[in-house]
């Protein structure tokens, strides 16, 4: 594996790892639901799981008068 023969000055560091930035999430509002959420990933609502304005799963308590299934 190749070494440096010399020593590189911090200064030489630094400028290397200017492009790693943290960047800032990018958060959306659902139109369905107008809840908040992160962009490109399902979130939870009321025991609804939504992505992209649909319901893709349902986990809700069910009421008394439906049926069971």
Same mark, same amino acid.
């Given at each position: 594996?190749?070494?440096?023969? %010399?020593?590189?000055?911090?200064? %030489?560091?630094?400028? %290397?790892?200017?492009? #790693?930035? !943290?960047?800032? /999430?990018?958060?959306?509002? *659902? ?7 992160? @962009?490109? %990933?399902?979130?939870?609502? /009321?025991?609804?799981? #939504? #992505? @992209?304005?649909?319901?893709?799963? *349902?986990?809700?308590? !069910? ?7």
């Amino acid at each position: 594996m190749p070494n440096p023969k %010399r020593r590189h000055s911090q200064q %030489r560091g630094a400028k %290397r790892r200017t492009h #790693y930035k !943290a960047t800032a /999430e990018t958060w959306s509002v *659902d139109k369905v639901t107008g809840e908040t959420h992160l @962009r490109h %990933r399902a979130h939870w609502v /009321e025991g609804k799981l #939504y #992505y @992209r304005g649909k319901v893709v799963m *349902d986990k809700s308590p !069910a009421t008394e008068g439906e049926p069971n299934q």
